[in-house]
C-alpha cells in the first residue's frame, strides 16, 4: 500500500520561509517524479514544484525564485522549501508522486498525499 505523508505546514507571516516533507512508502521512491501541488479555497488544484528521477527540477512561475524541491532517496522523502510567503501562497499542498512523463498535470499523478495547510498571514 502506498503512503505519502506530509508534514511540515502551519502559520506563518507573510515574508516566511516553511520546509515541506513528504515521506513515501510502498513504491519504489527513487523511480518517481515527486512534485508538490497545492489548493486554495474555491480554486482547482495548481502544480507547484516536482523534481524527476534524474534531479531535474520544475516550477511554476508563480514560486520560482522563491521554491526549491530537491529529495533525498535514501530516505524516501522529498522537501519543498518556501520563502518569502504570501497570502497568496495560502493553501493545502499535496505531495505527488507519478511514473509519466507530465510532472505538472493533476490527471497524471499515481498518488497522493492527504495535504498539509499553509497559512501566510499579511
Known amino acids: 500500500q502506498v503512503q505519502l505523508v506530509e508534514s511540515g505546514g502551519g502559520l506563518v507571516q507573510a515574508g516566511g520561509s516553511l520546509r515541506l516533507s513528504c515521506t513515501a512508502s510502498?513504491?519504489?521512491?527513487?523511480?518517481?517524479?515527486m512534485g508538490w501541488f497545492r489548493q486554495a479555497p474555491g480554486k482547482e488544484r495548481e502544480f507547484v514544484s516536482a523534481i524527476r528521477r534524474s534531479g531535474n527540477t520544475y516550477h511554476a512561475d508563480s514560486v520560482k525564485g522563491r521554491c526549491t524541491i530537491y529529495r533525498d532517496n535514501a530516505k524516501n522523502t522529498v522537501y519543498l522549501q518556501m520563502s518569502s510567503l504570501q497570502p497568496e501562497d495560502t493553501a493545502v499542498y499535496y505531495c505527488?508522486?507519478?511514473?509519466?512523463?507530465?510532472?505538472?498535470?493533476?490527471?497524471?499523478?499515481?498518488?497522493w498525499g492527504q495535504g498539509t495547510q499553509v497559512t501566510v498571514s499579511s
Open positions: 505527488a508522486a507519478n511514473l509519466g512523463v507530465s510532472y505538472y498535470s493533476t490527471d497524471a499523478i499515481d498518488y
Open positions: 510502498g513504491l519504489t521512491f527513487s523511480s518517481y517524479t
